[in-house]
């Protein structure tokens, strides 16, 4: 039987298949076997052991499109980053962190800002100016107030969705209204295996409709760099890309070298100062490391 994983928790998948429905699994033979450890949203082949008890083991994981690390997911066709506008207040450093992350997982990215419900419209503008800047799609929500979904659910369509950022800033709560007509069938799931818990412990697939799907993760506080050369740094943050080629020196970082078309961008306000001085940050942790 074929199967999907929409949620996996101490050691027991839950493997959604046509013909039966939800199967809570285990995947012994795969850990003996080559020690692939299976992830939510991967498709997977399975052994009934009870109908009656709906439980079965994985047998096998199909070849996958691709496998992110944080969140640990796999399949996504792209990723939407959650921020709140205020409580919790946005902290761009981490965003810039994730952004980064995706690119470098070669995973699109569109970029939410929440609880627009609760900051001026200035304020909301200066953020979405920002990214919408650097070329990420910016969609401006208020779960509260039931704004910016239907933009929402237009991004989302046809594809699968990976919905992650800082922890209450509204993930579930959006995640609750675009659910539509399924919301009934994946409440009923959630119920069975969640206990009525509030806040998010375990990535779960929601289906929005036969080919729409999205995945609910657990918030983040912080965010590790992943390992990269120096040089690397600056193509996972595309809007460096227009003025590099202005820099006198080839493999320029844009730092403290002279005549450097990112920092002259960055004096003319073209590259945002928020931005910079994440990547210069960045830049001195990948530096920091490589020193051990
Ligand atoms: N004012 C306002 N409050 C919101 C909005 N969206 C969500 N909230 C509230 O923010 C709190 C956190 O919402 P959740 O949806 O649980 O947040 P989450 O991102 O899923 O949090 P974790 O599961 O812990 O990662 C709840 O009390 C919501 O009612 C919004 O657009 N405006
Ligand atoms: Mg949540
Ligand atoms: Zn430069």
Same mark, same amino acid.
């Given at each position: 039987m074929q199967g999907k994983i929409i949620k996996g928790i101490a050691g027991f998948y839950y493997v959604y298949t /046509? @013909?039966?429905?939800l199967l809570e699994c285990k995947a012994k033979g795969i850990f003996r076997k080559d020690k692939r450890k299976p992830l939510v949203g991967d498709n997977v082949c399975v052994e009934l052991i009870s109908r009656e008890d709906r439980t079965g083991n994985i047998t096998e994981i199909q070849q996958r499109d691709n496998a992110l690390?944080? *969140?640990?997911?796999?399949? !996504?066709?792209q990723a939407l980053v959650i921020f709140a506008a205020?409580?919790? /207040? *946005?902290n761009f450093n981490l965003l810039d962190r994730f952004l980064l992350t995706m690119e470098y997982q070669q995973v699109h990215t569109v970029i939410c800002f929440n609880k627009?419900?609760? !900051?001026?419209r200035e304020e909301i503008d200066d953020m979405a100016d920002i990214y919408d800047a650097c070329g990420y799609p910016v969609i401006l929500t208020s779960a509260r107030d039931n704004r910016g979904v239907e933009e929402m659910l237009a991004l989302l369509k046809k594809k699968t969705t990976v919905v992650a950022g800082p922890s209450g800033v509204g993930k579930s709560s959006l995640v609750n209204l675009i659910q539509g007509d399924t919301k009934m069938e994946t409440r009923a799931v959630s119920e069975k295996i969640q206990? $009525?818990? &509030?806040?998010?412990?375990h990535s779960q697939m929601i289906p929005i409709d036969s080919d729409t799907f999205i995945l609910d993760t657990p918030g983040f506080s912080s965010l590790n760099v992943p390992d990269m050369e120096e040089v690397e =740094? %600056?193509?996972?943050?595309? @809007?460096?890309a227009k003025y590099e *080629? !202005?820099?006198?020196? %080839? $493999?320029? =970082? &844009? =730092? /403290? @070298? *002279?005549?450097?078309g990112v920092k002259q961008a960055l004096e003319e306000g073209k590259i945002s100062a928020g931005r910079y001085e994440n990547y210069r940050q960045i830049m001195e942790e990948i530096r920091g490391r490589k020193k051990y």
């Open positions: /046509k @013909e039966l429905g690390i944080r *969140p640990a997911v796999a399949n !996504v066709d205020a409580r919790p /207040k *946005p627009i419900d609760m !900051v001026s206990r $009525g818990r &509030h806040t998010t412990r =740094l %600056q193509t996972f943050f595309p @809007e460096f *080629p !202005v820099c006198r020196f %080839q $493999g320029c =970082l &844009h =730092l /403290k @070298e *002279p005549d450097c």
